[in-house]
């Protein structure tokens, strides 16, 4: 009886208490979890905005989602790993300044750098829609590859007041990279900041656009054939993508959207086809939250690309 | 350098920044958005109920669910105008007064004969259900009218302890006017206010009623086929008859509703088919909102009403 | 005017108003509604849960759900009780204890005997899923019993940490009663307390589980044909079997699950098939909910629950 | 164990469960507690205001503030009747009406008028500051009355936009009846509607003015000595003349203001002079309150008048 | 920058990041901060009541009460350990079981003992206030000790419902050890548990109770002048003992309470006086605070416990 | 009937409806409001803080204060402007920018520049307690200025992190320059971010520190006399050195702290020593306010800024 029960013990919260790298140099790993709080701001107001504060958010919703890589998922069908030995890893957050300089965008691209140098699959956790922009930059050793999209929104804009990185204009980076081949972007609807030059911009780049209507009348399946086999593919998911019934906490909620079902089935389908080389999740405000529903969505979701990863057999291809 | 940055500068709000239009004698105009918060309450405690904060936080919410009229719509399917010279005023809101008198029911229904003289498309947020009972009466000289209803409740009590224009009559007030030629009451599910003696009379009356498991299991199209064509619709959208999953703000929430696609596909139905005299949107209630998403989607709602008449042609007839 | 007018005046709630019966040795009713607020603990802190409280805030929401017996409802497809002469009683809530053993279960079991040995069907709000487990002891004497269960969960535990009547084991502990003929586990996704040797015990046992999505692709009708017909059934719903669209509050939302009609249609067919011997709706957290949208769904699902029975003829074959 | 507890059992809730008493005419009781939640109104959103709920409120929170008439209270010297054969009852609320006539006032007025025949002592719990108004006029028998109030402001409003028994006049009304002797005013501080012909008009009727500042300067004891003794004294307490710490949810609240202590002293005080033929508390806006305390101060400062009424002996000259 | 800032990391939180020591035969320190979540139920519903989250709230807290022991506390006049050689750990909270026995009571009283045997200064976070029973048990060696609480209500109740340790009777139990010699009962006011019998209980025993309204009455330096020098000394805090204003997260706020000023006076009065053998800070209930006020509060009267001990040379005189 | 009132109408908030003054070079007024919400970040998350927006929420909170003008001010004794020809402008608010310079408080030394060149009082709300740094280099040219601080924090440290002009310095850089002679620190208790070097080098400096303990027991009148007369003053007010009964919505809440009486009696009495130069209150934190009561009493402690300035003439000797 000389020992007391510490109850309130808290320990670092790690995406599913997967372990902690915190020295990318020396990373052994298949998937890398790593958190970017930080886009670049349109205003000063901006430079720390609700999505920040999302990377913690889904870890600490994390827990409430599986008890133990030993549990039997019925999305998945069968346990995480499914016996394969396969080594998941949280890197962290790429860390911000207070002079407010975005040389967070080179920390961030050159993490993304070293998780690939690596061979590992980078799931990140964003942070705005910003933050995908210097992670495609990091990829442009691995071309040609495959941009999908879930989201609302077009997010073709050249740039906002002059800033040409923000949160409005991620896709139409992407489009200006020569290692990314293809464009498909799944589930807009209702309006962003999209103009009609944008909407004509990404006609003429060639860009695939099926509206959430769409993708609802034609099925995932058809949906999938639409997407070339055997190619590298990137995916970036916007919370706002799917439907705020499944995901409440974003700024810009907009009804009818993508389903979670919808979601998973796509993620399963785009490691059948080929390498996936990278995953986002991106504009979860979780101020909005409730019930933590959108942090815990996204974990799932999380947990699908690793259990497509790992049935897919992408990473003994890699090992 | 001599000039502060005005930061907290608020406007005055109006439905998605439209210009305000305060004297309805001078309204020129293709669409006029009108504000009617109050009803005509049962007890002294429904004077004031949470719908009548509806207006405000619509037109609030407004401002999250577009950007400008140069935006792209893909609900839509371009610019909410289309090129098209079209013009959306906002007349403020149908003031009550302090006495308890309903006399906001004759000064609503004034207002909406001056605006259908002027020739535009009132667009109604309440307020209650009891509001479109003078909206219904401003109609006289437009029928044959075709009265289309999306709700989970049918709406058709004489009266309520004596009071026959509050909120669970406006169906059977309609159904006394003469220039109302045919009701569709579409999403009914659940309890309502309506006893056998209601359901018998919407019956005998021939009411169609379509329950929201009945529309699930036909779909929109089918739906619509049954609606005749060439006539003239109102359009009256209780928010509970949508799924509290995209209308969570509702007094009656009831599971099982009409989804988001489900409401535009309908609207953009009626427009094909004849001239529609007038939409509300009623029975919101902000202060059970979470993240304005009820708001929000009720503005997309509208938008579609307004992008649907742009394409039907509705304002070339007019003007 | 000597007669004041007693605004907050509040009489005990019962469900939707139904008599309180509370000497269960005299109860004489087609219907017993009862709460179980109390399971068996893993920890000390898990005494009283959030789902302690559903028993009263399903009751408090049911007042929103119906205005009374006479009302019209469109899910069920006319008045609750369809004419027929019906009695629905509400029999309060077993008790917990201070001490903190678990006597409450023995006091459950014996309740839903004496509810049985009236002849009538007992409807059970929990409490967390541990409290069916007394529940199905109580069946003894009725089988053979087919148990169909909603549920994200497989629930399959043979104990935590030595407890073997907690949340985790409902299903277990049926498995292993003589009077529990067969199995059906609808909704089933994601992660909970199984790993793969419970899936495997559930597969051994022969255990029907039909995930979420494969209720989604078959269709309700489909599944339904799956059980065979004839029999008695007791159906158990863990309120995270549904989506968290529908019931938001719980402990463990889980994306992609049962809809509201899949759920009520499915309880249609149950009572078409044959005697349904007892129902319970478990796991809800108010503290968690919106707009009590949760506890009013549950309200809603006990209406279904009770129509479908009325409509089934099952109180007719009782009385 | 054939009987369940029924855990959610809620009786009716009066102030501190005192009997209730519907019927005004069949009175006996020394101190009746009486609600009165509607005010007149300035506009038509006021006439349903958050401080309507406060005679709610308050009966609710008295349960957290008394365990029962046994307990001994330290505030006021021994328990709450003393031993004597003291009669509390609770007659509910003045009723309002849907039409919105202020047909409350002529009923409030009849309903003191009726418990002073029965020569009780009543305490009312508001409404607006309009409220005590009519229970002015209904004192026009026992005059001349000293009347106190505890308020920031000073209430002497002739009329606001042609309203003259709103919550800005109740002591401009006051001051123009016979039966008021002389008027003290404490607490008063800040801004409210008063212009400096409200304070000169006090000014002019000999208003004694005492501000907050001044009230802690000279101490309770020197304040109650400015006030004549032997007469016959009604007080009336506005909610945000207390200090926001003790009393915040106030519509008003401002700083600097009186003390619970110092309320508390003055009731005492003002018992021991002479017969105090009334008290009210009003202007509590329950929406705006932090863990009931507002609610629960105001339950002790009744606490403290029936105390310091039994200790004067006021009921022992009544019975 | 190869490696990552990990920015949402949280160690395990003590009170003010003091080491743990979880093994309490091994204790060597001066301060023992030890948490006692788990009181005695009277019901089932209060086995987990809100106090016992206020271990974790306090040490959560603490983290913005002090930035670490090289500030300068103006409330103590200098650094926390005024640059003596004083140990302070946090030693953790005594655990409860799912069982629900009062083992807990047991575990706390033994720990309480090794504490002491180590020569340290326990200071204890509840928990109700039938927490002090098992540590007031610990202490009986150490007599005669004077016990001095600070608290609305008198805690003298022998037992309720049967069951005596509970948190309406800690000063009764008191009262009946050998070790206890003299009672103070500070700031008492309003209601609580005690009826006559109670108080006259308290007035045999020669309990000293001066309540709320007489402490602010003389001053705290004739206060303690009325507290015997030279003694042994056990200061039990219950936290509706202050003033709602300074501690408003409590089950039963009293207005008129002590202020944090006079209890800081109070604990260096006792500390120059003789040894303090245990504080205790009982009946913080966390969900009712208010931007964490009343656990910040508390943190900081541990500090002026810590800083007076340190001042006062009570360590010197056990190193 | 023509006219529909425009219910939710919003105009520009500037502090009390004073008219809002863009164009500093055309400037003609007798008191500015200045808005400074941006300081100088110690890490990228401060950047934007929740007292970024406390100029929005004190100028919102500003129209529950006060009706108008014409009111009468009892804690001022008079209408605001005592019938006095004066000129209270809103100026907004200095602008920070996206890039994250720090250029925000370049443009805030050149507005009060300008204030203090057109002769009139700068009244300033933070943003924290950085932002005063520049407004006492624009009052370089007016010294000998007596700084006066309200305050639980010393705010004396030279820098953290090499960060020179961030919140936990302003006093130390006040105490560098040459035309601030003399400091008074008010209110001081608890911890901050002072370590003992900071004491001792404000010790050193011969600032004058008057713990809130002492103020207390001193009163406000000695306090007065220890500041020497005939001076030019500068005011800046921390609200966190009001209790957080007063000012709850602070980072760093302390018990024991300045009530609104003595700050408003100080604010008296520092204008009839003498000049104030200008005033500022920093640090509200309005997302931890309760019923906006910290922004108000913000409100009200400029009015008595603004009142005790038109008493004392200060407008007379400069117009």
Redesign the interface.
């Known amino acids: 009886?000389?020992?007391?029960?510490?109850?309130?013990?808290?320990?670092?919260?790690t995406f599913l208490d997967f372990p902690?790298v915190?020295?990318?140099?020396r990373l052994s790993a298949d998937v890398a979890i790593?958190?970017m709080?930080?886009g670049t701001?349109?205003?000063?107001?901006?430079?720390?905005n609700d999505q920040?504060n999302a990377?913690?958010a889904v870890?600490?919703a994390s827990q409430?989602?599986?008890?133990?890589l030993?549990?039997?998922?019925?999305?998945i069908g069968g346990?995480l790993f499914e016996g394969q030995d396969v080594k998941v890893v949280d890197?962290?957050?790429?860390?911000?300044?207070?002079?407010?300089?975005t040389g967070h965008y080179a920390?961030a691209e050159?993490?993304i750098r070293?998780i690939r140098a690596a061979g590992a699959l980078p799931i990140t956790i964003g942070g705005d829609h910003g933050i995908p922009i210097p992670i495609f930059r990091a990829l442009d050793g691995e071309g040609p590859i495959t941009l999908v999209q879930i989201d609302a929104h077009?997010d073709w804009r050249d740039n906002v007041n002059g800033?040409k990185e923000g949160y409005s204009s991620p896709i139409r980076r992407a489009s200006e990279m020569a290692h990314i081949e293809a464009i498909f972007q799944l589930g807009?609807?209702?309006?962003?900041?999209?103009?009609?030059e944008?909407?004509e911009a990404a006609r003429a780049y060639g860009s695939n656009?099926i509206?959430?209507?769409q993708w609802?009348e034609i099925g995932t399946a058809a949906l999938l054939e639409r997407i070339p086999d055997g190619g590298r593919y990137y995916l970036t998911i916007d919370a706002d993508g799917l439907?705020?019934?499944?995901m409440?906490?974003?700024?810009?909620?907009?009804?009818?959207g993508v389903?979670?079902?919808q979601t998973?089935d796509l993620i399963k389908g785009l490691f059948a086809k080929g390498e996936v080389v990278g995953v986002d999740i991106v504009e979860i405000a979780p101020a909005?939250d409730?019930?933590?529903?959108t942090s815990?969505?996204a974990g799932?979701i999380i947990?699908n690309v690793i259990g497509a990863a790992v049935r897919a057999g992408q990473f003994k291809r890699q090992n």
């Not at 915190?22 to 140099?25: R, T």
């Open positions: 009886m000389s020992k007391l029960t510490v109850t309130p013990r808290t320990v670092f919260q902690l915190e020295d990318l140099d790593i958190g709080p930080y701001p349109y205003t000063i107001d901006e430079t720390i920040t990377p913690t870890r600490r409430r989602i599986s008890l133990g030993d549990r039997y998922d019925f999305d346990t890197v962290g957050d790429v860390p911000g300044q207070a002079s407010g300089s920390r050159a993490a070293k077009l800033v807009i609807r209702g309006q962003g900041s999209a103009r009609m944008e909407v656009i509206t959430a209507g609802q439907d705020p019934a499944v409440p906490a974003v700024e810009g909620p907009s009804p009818g389903t979670y079902r998973i909005r409730i019930n933590e529903i815990m969505t799932n947990l």
